[in-house]
């Protein structure tokens, strides 16, 4: 211990001789002034996590990764300098860190241009694809309010996009929610009926979160350039994975998040385009940063880590997505050869393949989630995977309600091994089968009875 | 052209034995798959501008699995159930990427 340290010590023993767990502290051997209360959280937390898995042989398999995913070492490692050395703020004009941190911003920016095709000056920097959302469809309504007052989006987009629209018709707008197909894909001449003169934007997610069903971005791209109207796409699920181009999909904003493409949590960017120019309104007053759309200091780290994770999806998108396809064709093949009464909910064409929904009839989905507890698994949106109400974007592409409340969703990563998927089908099945053996409803179906036709007596 | 050769597999033997020391399962077994397929992949390269395009690229690789394997060990996290229950074949299947 150097003298500093001892006289700070020997000032709290005066101080706080009162607290004994202080002083506890203070007099174990292992006391070290800096970290170890803070550390101590991240143990304790651990230890007590692990012992809620019950007695498990290890930690669970992650198969969730549409609700995150874990941060590539590469986005890490670009990451650490600015976590670490540079930490200058990149808005500062008058010294050399703030010029370091505005340069790693600036080439940040364009490593996520380059890989939708924009331009590095429409990019915006948020903190978040809900963010960017809510300034999408709140920013462009309320700049064009005085002539257009229409939204148009659908029914099974994320719900950071349902309630910015609930919140817009607060503010007298009306929109319009577009039903799906039973695949989940919209019809595209419903979306053209729905357009009317004082329509302002379109709003309609690239690849939906639970299903993983893709939209037809370019068509619909093309009736809005037709209609001169704006076309925004949540695009979280999408980009990096699927390969998105702004001009060529006539997109006007789109939605990005970090870490759903194995960057930092907490960053997100939107597209705006500037030719022809996207006016929004912003959500945040502040000192103006990222052209007056999103005040408040960038986050270097975060958005170099956002940079990086863009340009190593460009570099790896072929070949993560034919990974994808190789883990959803061997979970699904393993799965459906040895389950009957299996189904996949959503389009099984026009779909990104590392998202994989199904559902086991007569089996109750939250119980095979908790029989399930070896493997990371949800059934449906982290958002609302504490409730259990049956997902609202199942209900829109018309599943029944009792297969609703027995869907599960299998999310792939570029880090899943082939061997996780195997055991995650495994254990599936043999769950599945097992939580079938205890219910009356599959015996009463192994018998032949027609359970739809039952007239369930009401008390 | 023999002296790219022997450098390139120098690499892979040195790129595919520092992988093994990722902490994380899933990023031990995504490394070593992708080092796996990325040389193979650019094995018949004849260029010589650009193998040693591909060569810089690998050796900034390298550099980023040294320094991240050493993050990796700093916080470690317990060992997955597939590691736990099949230890010697995962083991094995990776000495055998090396040999």
């Known amino acids: 211990m150097n003298r500093a340290t001892t006289v700070f010590v020997s000032y709290f023993r005066r101080r706080i001789n009162r607290d004994v767990t202080v002083i506890k502290i203070l007099d174990s051997e292992s006391y070290s002034p800096t970290t170890n209360s803070i550390r101590s959280y991240v143990t304790e937390t651990k230890e007590s996590n692990f012992k809620k898995l019950g007695n498990l042989p290890g930690r669970p398999h992650y198969l969730d990764a549409q609700a995150t995913t874990p941060m590539d070492p590469r986005v890490l490692d670009a990451m650490l300098p600015y976590l670490v050395s540079w930490y200058g703020n990149p808005h500062s004009r008058t010294h050399a860190y703030g010029w370091e941190s505005e340069a790693a911003m600036e080439h940040a920016r364009s490593q996520v241009a380059n890989l939708i095709g924009a331009d590095p000056k429409e990019i915006v920097f948020t903190s978040g694809a809900t963010e960017s959302n809510n300034i999408a469809v709140k920013g462009v309504a309320r700049f064009y309010k005085s002539k257009k007052k229409h939204i148009i989006t659908t029914q099974t987009e994320h719900k950071c996009v349902l309630d910015s629209c609930r919140a817009m018709e607060g503010e007298g707008f009306d929109v319009t929610y577009l039903p799906v197909t039973t695949t989940g894909i919209i019809d595209l001449n419903v979306l053209k009926e729905s357009i009317r003169p004082d329509t302002s934007l379109v709003s309609i997610m690239t690849v939906n979160n639970e299903i993983g069903v893709k939209q037809p971005i370019e068509e619909i791209g093309a009736i809005c350039k037709e209609r001169k109207i704006f076309f925004h796409t949540d695009a979280a699920q999408a980009v990096g994975k699927i390969p998105l181009d702004v001009h060529k999909m006539n997109i006007d904003l789109m939605s990005i998040s970090g870490h759903k493409i194995y960057g930092p949590k907490g960053i997100g960017a939107l597209y705006v385009r500037r030719r022809p120019r996207v006016r929004v309104e912003p959500v945040q007053s502040g000192g103006g940063q990222e052209r007056g759309m999103r005040s408040g200091t960038v986050p270097t780290p975060l958005v170099v880590g956002l940079g990086a994770a863009c340009e190593i999806a460009m570099h790896e998108m072929d070949y993560d997505h034919k990974w994808m396809e190789k883990l959803s064709q061997h979970l699904l093949d393993k799965i459906t050869s040895r389950l009957p009464n299996v189904i996949r909910n959503g389009d099984p064409v026009h779909s990104y393949p590392g998202c994989i929904n199904l559902s086991f009839a007569y089996v109750e989905g939250e119980s095979l989630l908790m029989a399930l507890k070896d493997i990371a698994l949800s059934s449906g949106s982290a958002c609302t995977s504490a409730s259990l109400e049956p997902s609202y974007v199942l209900r829109a592409i018309g599943t029944d309600e009792d297969l609703a409340h027995s869907s599960i969703r299998f999310g792939f990563s570029r880090f899943t091994t082939l061997e996780e998927v195997d055991y995650t089908a495994e254990r599936t099945i043999k769950d599945v089968e097992r939580l079938r053996e205890m219910s009356p409803l599959w015996e009463m179906v192994q018998e032949g009875v027609d359970i739809k036709a039952i007239k369930w007596s009401q008390h | ?99």
């Open chain 2, 1 to 99: 052209m023999a002296n790219s050769r022997s450098v390139v597999l120098k690499l892979y033997k040195t790129m595919l034995r520092e992988a093994l020391e990722f902490d994380s399962y899933n990023f031990r077994m995504y490394a070593l798959r992708r080092i796996r397929d990325g040389f193979r992949e650019n094995m018949n390269i004849k260029d010589k501008a650009e193998i040693s395009e591909m060569i810089s690229y690998a050796k900034e690789n390298l550099d980023i699995i040294k320094r991240q394997t050493t993050v990796g060990k700093l916080y470690s996290a317990e060992k997955l159930i597939i590691e736990n229950s099949e230890p010697r074949e995962n083991k094995l299947s990776s000495e055998k990427v090396i040999a």
